[in-house]
């Protein structure tokens, strides 16, 4: 690993402070993925700031919003007994990432901006345009079979990696920042861009700003929500395909719903015209089965992940089936 600065901030502003003026730098805090990229050459930076000592870590009900502090880890979360209640699809998702371990120790801002898993990116020895713009991607027609089915570009079809941010698009959370600027909130799904052109840029941050926390709308909506995931293996695995939903109905009737996908995206993947299917029309096999050939209408699969065009769909299926009583 090459030699690094280091420095502990003792408060947000501090920390802004400290990243405006060092060129190279960035922040640290449970360290789960950064700290593996560094080693494997996939990142290097400068200088890194701990945030480990801002009061950043909690977890709070206000009337309207459920307040998750950047810092709070990912278990506590999980099991919070307010988030497990009233946001059940958050809680799911957290405890299907990742290992017992990681989750103690990693932070929910980190857990945002962790990195594709995709293989070429994580192999320095490898093109990878989102590592080195103009190198090339080899996912292209290499191995894809993890990559995304939306949202691509000749440029890159990297997965998004988190499970969170996934249950957080659904719930229509939105990232509280801190920046050289002042504060600001951005919604979840205005948060992560799409690679176009310049796969490098992959989320609406600006130079030195710093997640402080996310707001989470407390609704009747989120607490009838499920999250399935569909992986290689039970634990420590990506998403192959995910699904966060959340639905309210009368009767039969879909009021309102809210849906989006892991593992098929590039971000977290929230398409509302799959939603529009389903409100105000009885929940049936047929709404959901017109529901998932919306959702694949766009989809460009490659060689190896073609599967994930049917899978999507049966995803659909099984949690909209369970969630809404129909099988
Ligand atoms: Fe790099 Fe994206 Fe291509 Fe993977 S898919 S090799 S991250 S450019």
Same mark, same amino acid.
């Given at each position: 690993?090459?030699?690094?600065? !280091?420095?502990?901030? =003792? ?7 400290? +990243? ?43 009337? %309207? ?19 497990? /209640? ?33 293989? !070429?990116?994580?192999? @320095? ?22 990559? @995304? #089915? ?29 920046? &050289?600027? =002042?504060? /600001?909130?951005?919604?979840? =799904? ?13 989320? @609406?941050?600006? &130079?030195?700003?710093? #997640? ?31 699904? +966060? ?17 892991? =593992? ?15 409100? %105000? ?18 989809? /460009? ?27």
């Amino acid at each position: 690993m090459r030699a690094f600065g !280091y420095t502990a901030a =003792g408060s947000p502003a501090e920390a802004v402070r400290i +990243a405006a003026a060092t060129p190279g730098s960035t922040f640290v805090a449970g360290g789960t993925d950064l700290l593996n990229l560094m080693r494997d050459g996939a990142e290097a930076h400068d200088h890194l700031i701990d945030l480990n000592a801002l009061d950043l870590d909690g977890v709070d009900l206000t009337p %309207g919003t459920l307040r998750v502090g950047a810092l709070a880890r990912m278990r506590q979360v999980a099991e919070h007994p307010a988030v497990r /209640r009233e946001f059940p699809v958050l809680s799911e998702a957290l405890l299907a990432s990742a290992s017992p371990q990681v989750r103690n120790m990693a932070a929910i801002g980190g857990n945002l901006l962790q990195r594709t898993r995709c293989g !070429y990116f994580r192999d @320095a020895g490898s093109a990878c345009n989102k590592r080195t713009p103009g190198s090339g991607c080899p996912a292209l027609t290499g191995h894809n079979r993890g990559h @995304a #089915i939306l949202g691509g570009s000749d440029h890159c079809i990297a997965a998004h990696a988190s499970d969170m941010a996934v249950a957080l698009t659904a719930l229509d959370a939105s990232v509280h920042l801190l920046g &050289p600027g =002042g504060e /600001r909130d951005v919604p979840v =799904g205005d948060f992560f861009l799409l690679p176009g052109s310049a796969p490098t840029r992959e989320t @609406a941050m600006r &130079p030195s700003e710093l #997640i402080t926390r996310l707001d989470v709308p407390r609704t009747p909506l989120a607490a009838r929500s499920r999250y399935l995931k569909l992986r290689d293996r039970a634990t420590f695995e990506f998403a192959v395909v995910s699904v +966060a939903a959340s639905l309210r109905t009368r009767g039969r009737a879909v009021e309102d719903v809210r849906l989006a996908f892991g =593992g098929v995206g590039t971000r977290p993947w929230r398409d509302v015209r799959v939603e529009a299917v389903l409100r %105000g029309r009885p929940l049936s096999a047929a709404s959901i089965t017109e529901a998932g050939r919306v959702l694949v209408r766009d989809a /460009r699969p490659r060689e190896g992940n073609r599967f994930k065009v049917e899978l999507v769909q049966r995803a659909l299926e099984s949690v909209l089936g369970e969630l809404g009583g129909v099988r």
